[in-house]
Protein backbone atom coordinates (compact mmCIF):
# COMPACT_ATOMS: atom_id res chain seq x y z
CA UNK A 1 0.00 0.00 0.00
CA UNK A 2 0.92 3.13 -0.75
CA UNK A 3 2.05 5.76 1.65
CA UNK A 4 1.11 9.60 0.60
CA UNK A 5 3.15 11.47 2.96
CA UNK A 6 4.43 14.86 2.72
CA UNK A 7 7.51 15.46 0.53
CA UNK A 8 7.93 11.83 -0.60
CA UNK A 9 8.93 10.86 -3.96
CA UNK A 10 6.88 8.83 -6.51
CA UNK A 11 7.27 7.42 -9.60
CA UNK A 12 4.22 8.40 -11.92
CA UNK A 13 3.42 7.65 -15.57
CA UNK A 14 1.69 10.09 -17.89
CA UNK A 15 0.02 9.21 -20.86
CA UNK A 16 0.65 11.91 -23.34
CA UNK A 17 -1.05 12.29 -26.93
CA UNK A 18 -2.50 14.91 -29.50
CA UNK A 19 -4.05 14.61 -33.01
CA UNK A 20 -4.26 18.04 -34.21
CA UNK A 21 -2.30 20.41 -35.49
CA UNK A 22 1.46 20.16 -35.03
CA UNK A 23 1.14 16.93 -32.94
CA UNK A 24 4.42 16.74 -32.33
CA UNK A 25 5.00 20.41 -31.37
CA UNK A 26 2.34 19.98 -28.68
CA UNK A 27 3.72 16.76 -27.02
CA UNK A 28 6.91 18.15 -26.92
CA UNK A 29 5.55 22.09 -25.30
CA UNK A 30 3.78 19.78 -22.69
CA UNK A 31 6.81 17.55 -21.75
CA UNK A 32 8.78 20.81 -21.85
CA UNK A 33 6.22 22.15 -19.09
CA UNK A 34 6.22 19.10 -17.26
CA UNK A 35 9.45 18.93 -17.23
CA UNK A 36 9.95 22.61 -15.73
CA UNK A 37 7.20 21.89 -13.18
CA UNK A 38 8.17 22.73 -9.22
CA UNK A 39 7.96 19.18 -7.15
CA UNK A 40 8.03 17.14 -10.66
CA UNK A 41 11.40 15.63 -12.20
CA UNK A 42 11.03 13.95 -15.51
CA UNK A 43 13.21 10.19 -15.42
CA UNK A 44 12.33 8.86 -19.30
CA UNK A 45 10.15 9.70 -21.98
CA UNK A 46 9.31 6.95 -24.69
CA UNK A 47 9.29 6.98 -28.36
CA UNK A 48 6.76 8.84 -29.60
CA UNK A 49 3.74 6.19 -31.74
CA UNK A 50 1.48 7.13 -34.81
CA UNK A 51 -1.52 5.27 -33.61
CA UNK A 52 -5.30 4.58 -34.70
CA UNK A 53 -7.64 6.53 -32.39
CA UNK A 54 -9.91 4.71 -29.86
CA UNK A 55 -13.01 5.58 -29.08
CA UNK A 56 -14.35 8.02 -31.80
CA UNK A 57 -12.40 6.58 -34.44
CA UNK A 58 -13.50 9.08 -37.59
CA UNK A 59 -10.68 11.56 -36.59
CA UNK A 60 -6.95 11.72 -37.53
CA UNK A 61 -4.22 9.17 -35.93
CA UNK A 62 -3.10 10.26 -32.82
CA UNK A 63 1.05 10.49 -32.01
CA UNK A 64 0.96 8.73 -28.29
CA UNK A 65 3.97 8.10 -25.60
CA UNK A 66 4.72 7.91 -22.45
CA UNK A 67 6.72 9.79 -19.67
CA UNK A 68 7.89 8.79 -16.49
CA UNK A 69 8.23 11.05 -13.36
CA UNK A 70 9.12 11.16 -10.08
CA UNK A 71 6.96 13.71 -8.01
CA UNK A 72 5.80 14.60 -4.09
CA UNK A 73 2.89 16.08 -5.80
CA UNK A 74 -0.46 14.31 -4.02
CA UNK A 75 -2.74 12.52 -7.05
CA UNK A 76 -5.17 15.55 -7.61
CA UNK A 77 -2.48 18.07 -7.66
CA UNK A 78 -0.88 16.78 -10.11
CA UNK A 79 -4.22 16.25 -12.19
CA UNK A 80 -4.76 19.67 -11.98
CA UNK A 81 -1.18 20.68 -13.11
CA UNK A 82 -1.50 18.32 -15.65
CA UNK A 83 -5.03 20.01 -16.80
CA UNK A 84 -3.02 23.66 -16.76
CA UNK A 85 -0.20 22.10 -18.45
CA UNK A 86 -3.31 21.33 -21.49
CA UNK A 87 -4.35 24.24 -21.49
CA UNK A 88 -1.18 26.44 -21.89
CA UNK A 89 -0.67 24.23 -24.56
CA UNK A 90 -3.96 25.10 -26.53
CA UNK A 91 -6.57 21.79 -25.43
CA UNK A 92 -10.01 22.58 -26.46
CA UNK A 93 -12.64 20.06 -24.75
CA UNK A 94 -14.67 18.69 -27.45
CA UNK A 95 -16.21 15.22 -27.71
CA UNK A 96 -15.75 12.53 -25.54
CA UNK A 97 -12.23 10.06 -27.03
CA UNK A 98 -12.41 13.26 -29.56
CA UNK A 99 -9.94 15.35 -31.24
CA UNK A 100 -7.54 17.00 -29.07
CA UNK A 101 -4.51 19.30 -29.05
CA UNK A 102 -2.61 17.45 -25.91
CA UNK A 103 -3.79 14.72 -23.68
CA UNK A 104 -2.18 13.88 -19.96
CA UNK A 105 -3.39 11.44 -18.55
CA UNK A 106 -2.10 9.85 -15.35
CA UNK A 107 -1.84 5.87 -15.90
CA UNK A 108 0.16 4.84 -12.48
CA UNK A 109 1.33 6.31 -9.56
CA UNK A 110 3.34 4.20 -7.53
CA UNK A 111 1.48 0.91 -6.35
CA UNK A 112 -1.46 3.15 -5.52
CA UNK A 113 -5.50 2.51 -6.18
CA UNK A 114 -7.44 5.44 -6.02
CA UNK A 115 -10.75 5.90 -7.06
CA UNK A 116 -12.91 9.10 -6.67
CA UNK A 117 -15.31 11.19 -8.85
CA UNK A 118 -12.45 13.21 -10.43
CA UNK A 119 -9.57 10.62 -11.12
CA UNK A 120 -8.88 6.83 -10.92
CA UNK A 121 -5.30 5.33 -10.82
CA UNK A 122 -4.29 2.96 -12.10
CA UNK A 123 -5.47 4.15 -15.30
CA UNK A 124 -9.29 1.74 -15.90
CA UNK A 125 -8.60 1.55 -19.64
CA UNK A 126 -4.58 1.02 -20.04
CA UNK A 127 -4.59 -2.59 -19.98
CA UNK A 128 -6.76 -2.43 -22.91
CA UNK A 129 -5.02 0.44 -25.31
CA UNK A 130 -1.76 -0.99 -27.39
CA UNK A 131 -1.25 2.99 -27.68
CA UNK A 132 -0.34 3.54 -23.95
CA UNK A 133 0.65 -0.17 -23.68
CA UNK A 134 3.32 -0.20 -26.38
CA UNK A 135 5.39 3.26 -25.06
CA UNK A 136 4.90 1.92 -21.62
CA UNK A 137 6.12 -1.29 -22.01
CA UNK A 138 9.29 0.53 -23.79
CA UNK A 139 10.75 1.82 -20.65
CA UNK A 140 9.03 0.22 -18.12
CA UNK A 141 8.81 -3.30 -19.38
CA UNK A 142 8.75 -5.12 -16.06
CA UNK A 143 6.57 -2.81 -13.76
CA UNK A 144 3.65 -4.82 -11.93
CA UNK A 145 0.21 -3.26 -12.50
CA UNK A 146 -0.53 -2.64 -9.19
CA UNK A 147 -4.49 -4.51 -9.86
CA UNK A 148 -3.81 -7.00 -12.07
CA UNK A 149 -0.42 -7.58 -10.74
CA UNK A 150 1.16 -8.51 -14.51
CA UNK A 151 3.82 -6.96 -15.58
CA UNK A 152 3.47 -3.83 -18.75
CA UNK A 153 5.54 -6.51 -20.95
CA UNK A 154 2.67 -9.38 -20.33
CA UNK A 155 -0.19 -7.36 -21.00
CA UNK A 156 1.09 -6.15 -23.84
CA UNK A 157 1.63 -9.29 -25.45
CA UNK A 158 -1.70 -10.91 -24.31
CA UNK A 159 -3.46 -7.86 -25.71
CA UNK A 160 -6.11 -8.48 -28.45
CA UNK A 161 -6.04 -4.93 -29.37
CA UNK A 162 -5.79 -4.80 -32.82
CA UNK A 163 -5.25 -1.07 -34.04
CA UNK A 164 -2.28 0.17 -35.35
CA UNK A 165 0.43 1.45 -33.32
CA UNK A 166 3.50 2.75 -34.80
CA UNK A 167 7.22 3.25 -33.31
CA UNK A 168 7.43 6.57 -35.54
CA UNK A 169 10.84 8.44 -33.88
CA UNK A 170 12.39 8.71 -30.49
CA UNK A 171 11.51 11.76 -28.05
CA UNK A 172 13.49 14.61 -28.39
CA UNK A 173 13.35 17.51 -25.31
Known amino acids: MLLLTANSMHL ?5 GSNIGDRLEHIQDAIHALAETEGITLQKISSVYQTDPVGYETQAQFLNGVAAIQTHLPP ?15 RQHRIRWGPREIDLDILIYGDLCLQTEK ?3 P ?16 IAPDFVH ?4 ETVQILLERLEDDKSVVKKEDFVL
Open 123 to 138: HPEMHLRRFVLAPLAE
Open 119 to 121: LVI
Open 146 to 149: PVLK
Open 76 to 90: LSLLRTLKDIEASVG
Open 12 to 16: VYIGF
